[in-house]
């Protein structure tokens, strides 16, 4: 019986190798040398990318070339090929092994002009991109991403790469990985790079830069902007500072440089060594030195851009790296304020999640949309953060270091990181909760649990305690705080939910005035709905009428230009006009209302829930103290219904604008319930507040105590 259990064990033991490196072996690995010489006057590059390959070659491999790049020589050793054109943007070069070739090697010669503009942005897109582009002209550059500067191979392929270009000298060069020199022939630069160890694909970057640069640990850190800045030095002592935190809590930094490079179109992209940024964000770094765009991005040295994710088996890295930089950056600066507001915007975009859009973190890929990010960054970093509070700070980050270091080169999956955090949780805690079960619960599931003091004992001064029993609606264990007031002064008590009903004993009542349930949302939970002010991102969720103003109104235009851009951006939503609005509709609808009290009557309904601080004449909006002219401002109100408790309604208010631009800023502050912008300030509202539900009973979250 024993050597039966110990050869079972045997066995899946075998197994379990068997699996991981099965996992490794599918994850192919090949070698390029490019040489390309790039000239922005035509928009063209020629390029010379020598392909060979690691042992177990596979029968067949596809590489892709941007369409526009003509193969002028095609020279192959080991492989039989063919060519396709079947996309829309790329040719297909499909090569197949010869059954007795023992040495491979493809040679790929091509030349064009490389001239793709990025896409247009949406409402729901803060990003652009493009397929690669060459531009010739001022103040923009060279965007040149795989399958544009050398023929991507399809599939689950990692490479190393040697990369030498040519260009003008009056241009600077950016690659992906560490530059090895750089070298002036007449009136060309030459640069030769290299990656230190596998990468999933390499990008250039480029432009007639102003190039700021220090030096700290044996590592260069790079400023690259199109115009002359007095802020290189705050920018490149908030990355040397990222660098001296991150490296202490995930090991050493994997690229010998960190460059931030200025963009001409909008881009927030971290890639391995570097990060691109438009310029209109670098021209705000109250925005851009915040802990979710610079540390964001710098965090992606680690997550995603040296280990490695396989999109399509799931997508890790951006949750990963929202909890490390959005989040925790604030922990390690011990900013108590922004750490309570991060979780707060989490768990109120996760409620304003409609359902549609909703889905389990582990089938999250990529952003295609706001609501992705919300599933995929948000929800995914609330998750992060159940299991950091689960194993604590110190388990959670070796974890960290351990991924870091023996992932390095390679794709990582969900299950890595499960195995992972289950070898560095304490015992004590593995004993109680099964840490594999507990991460993949919260994974699969689409709902967050709702929780609510179910009831009470009396005080009992014998026992001289107060019981309670906190009730939970589903099985998925989170972890939070009840917070105590005792004579004015507040205490914090952890408790992790494990089951439905959890009981609670709180010492000496006598001196407690309240309890409250996790006023400082630290679980990953539903919100009750006096804790969530009216936004922006509420309404949006909500199929809501876009009341316009009178047709013959100068705002009418701009309003419609709204709606339009609601409909192209997926949004739900219907219109009718100021004069078709009436008191039936409005009871039946959540209600957005664009122009101003003069030309659309749904406005001057809506005036009277605005705070007591705010109010609006034909001329200007007084807030809090100070006014600005009605016609330089744009004032967004997230108020109470006014027939309807479960819907929602929202004021822009707006006069004479001169495009729709500054309505599209208005996406930027979804979380907001009120803002008021001045249209010639990008950035930060000149006011902002939050707009509750008038409800009084919360008992269900708020215990008062008679003594």
């Not at 990003?127 to 965007?143: P, W």
């Not at 596998?198 to 700290?216: A, C, H, L, N």
């Not at 194993?391 to 070796?398: A, H, T």
């Not at 967004?636 to 006069?655: L, Q």
């Amino acid at each position: 019986m024993r050597n039966l259990i110990l050869i079972n064990l045997i066995l899946i033991i075998i197994t379990i190798l068997f699996v991981q490196c099965n996992m490794f072996s599918s994850q192919q690995q090949l070698n390029y040398d490019v040489s390309v010489a790039l000239q922005p006057d035509s928009r063209s590059l020629s390029a010379t990318a020598v392909v060979t390959f690691e042992p177990n070659v596979p029968n067949k491999i596809e590489f892709r070339l941007l369409k526009s790049l003509r193969i002028i020589d095609l020279a192959a050793i080991g492989f039989d090929f063919d060519e396709k054109m079947d996309d829309e943007n790329y040719r297909s070069i499909i090569f197949t092994k010869q059954s007795d070739a023992n040495k491979f090697r493809i040679v790929f010669n091509f030349s064009g002009e490389v001239f793709n503009m990025p896409r247009e942005t949406n409402l729901t897109q803060r990003h652009s991109n493009s397929l690669g582009i060459i531009s010739d002209k001022s103040k923009e550059g060279i965007y040149l991403p795989a399958g544009s500067f050398y023929p991507y191979a399809v599939g689950d392929w990692v490479a190393n790469f040697k990369i030498e270009v040519k260009i003008d000298k009056s241009y600077s060069i950016v690659l992906s990985g560490n530059k090895l020199n750089e070298t002036l022939e007449g009136d060309y630069s030459l640069s030769k790079w290299e990656t230190p160890f596998p990468v999933d694909e390499v990008t250039i970057v480029g432009g007639q830069f102003q190039k700021y640069s220090k030096v700290f640990d044996n590592h260069n850190f790079n400023l690259f902007t199109y115009d002359t800045t007095n802020l290189a030095d705050k920018y490149l002592e908030s990355v040397i500072e990222h660098y001296k935190i991150y490296t202490e809590l995930f090991g050493d930094y994997p690229f010998n440089e960190f460059s931030i490079v200025e963009n001409f179109f909008a881009t927030g992209f971290g890639m391995p060594g570097y990060t691109l940024l438009s310029g209109r964000l670098l021209a705000m770094p109250f925005v851009a030195l915040s802990p979710g765009s610079l540390a964001h991005e710098f965090v992606h040295n680690w997550w995603g851009n040296s280990v490695y994710v396989d999109y399509d088996k799931g997508n890790w890295c951006e949750a990963l790296t929202t909890f490390c930089s959005n989040y925790y950056y604030n922990v390690y600066k011990n900013k108590e304020n922004e750490q309570n507001d991060w979780r707060k915007k989490a768990l109120l975009a996760i409620d304003d999640l409609p359902n549609e859009k909703n889905y389990p973190v582990r089938e999250f890929k990529y952003q295609r949309d706001m609501f992705d990010a919300v599933v995929g960054y948000s929800k995914g970093a609330f998750i992060f953060y159940e299991i950091y509070k689960l194993i604590g700070r110190e388990k959670f980050f070796d974890a960290m270091k351990d991924l870091a270091k023996n992932f390095r080169g390679k794709r990582a999956y969900w299950d890595d990181l499960i195995n992972i955090f289950a070898k560095h949780t304490p015992n004590d805690i593995n004993n109680k909760i099964n840490i594999r079960q507990f991460i993949n619960d919260w994974l699969d599931a689409t709902d967050v649990p709702a929780i609510e003091i179910a009831e009470s004992q009396a005080l009992d001064t014998k026992k001289n305690k107060l019981e309670l029993q906190i009730k939970k609606s589903t099985n998925l264990v989170t972890t939070i705080e009840i917070n105590i007031n005792r004579n004015g002064s507040w205490e914090n008590q952890s408790i992790t939910l494990k089951n439905n009903i959890t009981k609670i004993s709180i010492n000496n009542p006598a001196d407690i005035n309240e309890v409250l349930l996790d006023q400082n949302y630290t679980g990953l939970r539903k919100l009750f709905k006096w804790e969530k002010p009216y936004t922006f991102n509420k309404i949006l969720s909500n199929e809501p009428i876009i009341v316009l103003p009178n047709a013959n109104s100068e705002n009418y235009e701009i309003a419609k230009k709204f709606y339009d851009e609601m409909i192209s951006s997926g949004y739900k939503c219907t219109m009718v006009t100021s004069e078709s609005f009436d008191t039936k509709i409005a009871k039946n609808s959540s209600i957005i209302a664009l122009g101003n009290s003069s030309d659309n009557k749904a406005i001057e309904i809506l005036q009277s829930n605005l705070p007591s601080e705010i109010t609006i004449n034909d001329n200007e909006i007084t807030y809090n103290g100070g006014k600005i002219n009605i016609q330089g401002s744009i004032l967004m109100a997230n108020v109470e219904h006014p027939y309807d408790t479960e819907k929602y309604s929202c004021i822009i208010n707006f006069d004479k604008l001169n495009s729709f631009d500054p309505l599209r800023r208005l996406f930027h502050y979804q979380s907001y319930s009120l803002a008021l912008l001045d249209i010639k300030k990008p950035g930060k509202p000149i006011y902002s507040t939050e707009i509750f539900p008038k409800i009084k009973d919360r008992k269900k979250q708020i215990l008062k105590i008679k003594q």
